[in-house]
């Protein structure tokens, strides 16, 4: 991962993330390099996170390499996810795509295909786990009626506090007001 490296007088290691998704790191004066590295390896996934978050929210496009790694990280977690949660919920997804939609976490195709933006690896865990239970709930209601939204709630009893911090992170995320 590239990023600027400033020396000063402090005891810690700090990183900071500029305007167009810059990264710099302030550090000891006599902290050994390979301890930098160590530390930035360290808070790879941190600083992606991080990086992705401030161009969303200045609605400049992230990078290639950076969506290429929220991408992977996605193909990596997203299915693990939906096997947990499927398994638990007895429903069997037909297939899970990692796609790049603007406007939607998730959706669920009438042929019971799953497909999750990347962009959702913007978002914590709890409220990823949402969305995932959401979507496999279209497995069972293929609507929004309230024999859906009890699908959701015996599966995610607190689904309303996680839905309410997606919604926070998508109002942040586009400059809209709650």
């Keep these: 991962m590239d990023y600027t490296l400033v020396r000063t007088s402090r005891k810690t ?13 302030r550090a000891p004066l006599h902290c050994p390099k390979r301890d930098i590295d160590r530390f930035v390896a360290a808070k790879a996934g941190w600083i992606e996170e991080k990086r992705a978050l401030m161009l969303a929210r200045r ?8 969506e290429a790694s929220l991408r992977a990280r996605a193909k990596e977690i997203l299915p693990e996810k939906v096997a ?17 939609a ?6 669920c195709s009438g042929r019971g295909n799953l497909n999750f933006s990347w962009r959702l690896m913007l978002a914590d865990d709890g409220a990823i786990d949402y969305v995932v239970v959401h979507e496999l709930a ?3 209601e293929m609507n929004h009626s309230s024999r859906f939204w009890a699908v959701v709630e015996a599966a995610m009893p607190d689904y309303r506090q996680r839905r309410l ?12 007001a709650m």
């Design 138 to 140: 279209h497995l069972r």
């Design 102 to 107: 603007k406007t939607r976490w998730g959706s």
């Design 59 to 66: 609605r400049i496009e992230p990078d290639p390499a950076l």
């Design 165 to 176: 911090r997606l919604k926070r992170l998508q109002a942040a995320l586009t400059g809209e």
């Design 13 to 25: 290691i700090a990183i900071y993330i500029r305007p167009g998704g810059l990264v710099e790191l």
């Design 84 to 100: 947990y949660f499927a398994q638990r919920m007895g429903v069997s997804p037909a297939q899970v795509k990692i796609t790049g």
